[in-house]
């Protein structure tokens, strides 16, 4: 006779924290998928704009949760944008003009809408001059810059402000790890 014994806290624990961590185990499993696919300079470089998009729309409607909801609502446009033959950072630039353009005009706090249209124009920049760039060095470059962008996300999941942290999460172990695995590929071509 085989009588399961109920699970003692010692035994959830580890499963509960585990739980807790599901933006990382994301992140992890979206750098991983895209490391499998063999990613080149534009597939990081529009994971960068995604990025910044992300916070710039949480920043300019100043609500956490518009970057979460970018996530899925920025990556259809700059893919859409490629499927209609737009450069992907021309979607991305019209789509992040609009959107400064509109948290001026609903006056949401100027120092995070600031602080994110300077993170989109010089993370975003990079990206853009990484893909113009020769493949393996506009690779280099654009992991570069998203592993910039993971500092951007730990200053955030930190100061618990503009993103919901969780999403912070998510993102550095997405940056990060995607960021070094293209300078890597970029070095062993």
Same mark, same amino acid.
């Given at each position: 006779?085989? %009588? #399961?014994?109920?699970?003692?806290?010692?035994?959830?624990?580890?499963?509960?924290? @585990? +739980?807790?961590?599901?933006? #990382?185990?994301?992140?992890?499993?979206?750098?991983?998928?895209?490391? /499998? &696919?063999?990613?080149?300079?534009?597939?990081?470089?529009?994971?960068?704009?995604?990025?910044?998009?992300?916070?710039?729309?949480?920043?300019?409607?100043?609500?956490?949760?518009?970057?979460?909801?970018?996530?899925?609502?920025? #990556?259809?446009?700059?893919? =859409?944008?490629? *499927?209609?033959?737009?450069?992907?950072? /021309?979607?991305?630039?019209?789509?992040?003009? /609009?959107? *400064?353009?509109?948290?001026?005009? +609903?006056?949401?706090?100027?120092?995070?809408?600031?602080?994110?249209?300077?993170? &989109?124009? =010089?993370?975003?920049?990079?990206?853009?001059?990484?893909?113009? $760039?020769?493949?393996? %060095? =506009?690779?280099?470059?654009?992991?570069?810059?998203?592993?910039?962008?993971?500092?951007?996300?730990?200053?955030?999941?930190?100061?618990?402000?503009?993103?919901?942290?969780? $999403?912070?999460?998510?993102?550095? @172990?997405?940056?990060?790890? +995607?960021? /070094?695995?293209?300078?890597?590929?970029?070095?062993?071509?």
């Amino acid at each position: 006779m085989n %009588v #399961s014994m109920p699970a003692t806290a010692e035994a959830v624990a580890p499963q509960r924290s @585990l +739980l807790r961590r599901w933006p #990382s185990l994301l992140g992890l499993a979206a750098a991983a998928g895209q490391l /499998v &696919l063999d990613p080149d300079t534009d597939t990081v470089a529009t994971v960068i704009a995604v990025a910044v998009l992300c916070y710039l729309g949480a920043a300019a409607f100043d609500r956490r949760w518009v970057a979460w909801a970018g996530c899925a609502i920025f #990556s259809a446009i700059i893919v =859409g944008s490629e *499927i209609v033959d737009v450069a992907w950072w /021309v979607a991305g630039g019209v789509v992040a003009l /609009v959107m *400064i353009v509109a948290g001026l005009i +609903l006056g949401v706090p100027r120092l995070p809408l600031t602080a994110q249209t300077a993170a &989109l124009i =010089g993370y975003g920049g990079v990206a853009v001059i990484a893909s113009f $760039l020769a493949p393996r %060095v =506009g690779l280099a470059l654009a992991g570069l810059a998203l592993c910039g962008h993971g500092v951007w996300d730990v200053i955030h999941y930190r100061r618990n402000r503009v993103v919901h942290r969780s $999403l912070a999460e998510f993102c550095v @172990l997405l940056d990060v790890p +995607l960021g /070094v695995g293209a300078i890597i590929l970029a070095i062993v071509g």
